[in-house]
């Protein structure tokens, strides 16, 4: 019986710490629950970069490298969301989003509860960081 209460209670605890997902490189949480993410982006009125991807998407492989950069230099302007688009805690938001390739990536705006999609020119990584700089520039005003 109190074998049984300790596996439940260490498989509760195991579900809960993979939530998160923290980066050795960043202070940063970079969250693998959509529904987390949404939650404390809108508590705290910070945009988030919402990167959808899969473990089998050889793009999506590539562009994690500079989404693992991206996090290191804007942990202090954005939350961050890495959302394999095959998790069951992520098929709400990708179906509202309408999710059809990978790898596809949106700014969270909370004041507006809007996802405003950035192409996929845009994630080279000298692109991507413009976008991400002309964003919290336009926010600021």
């Not at 019986?1 to 980066?23: D, E, N, R």
């Not at 004041?111 to 020119?121: A, D, F, G, L, Y």
Request: with cysteine; aromatic share 14%; glycine share 0%.
């Amino acid at each position: 019986m109190i074998k049984k209460i300790i596996i439940s209670l260490l498989s509760l605890f195991i579900i809960s710490c993979s939530t998160y997902l923290v980066f050795a490189s960043s202070s940063k949480t970079v969250y693998t629950n959509s529904q987390m993410f949404l939650e404390d982006s809108v508590k705290t009125n910070t945009p988030g970069i919402v990167y959808f991807y899969s473990n089998d998407c050889k793009y999506c492989v590539a562009f994690s490298k500079v989404f693992n950069r991206i996090v290191k230099d804007y942990d202090s302007k954005y939350y961050f969301a890495k959302l394999n688009v095959y998790d069951v805690k992520n098929t709400d938001l990708c179906n509202r989003l309408n999710i059809q390739t990978i790898p596809a990536v949106f700014i969270y705006e909370p004041s507006e509860n809007i996802m405003h999609w950035i192409p996929n020119r845009s994630l080279a990584e000298s692109l991507f960081r413009k976008t991400l700089d002309s964003y919290i520039v336009k926010r600021n005003r």
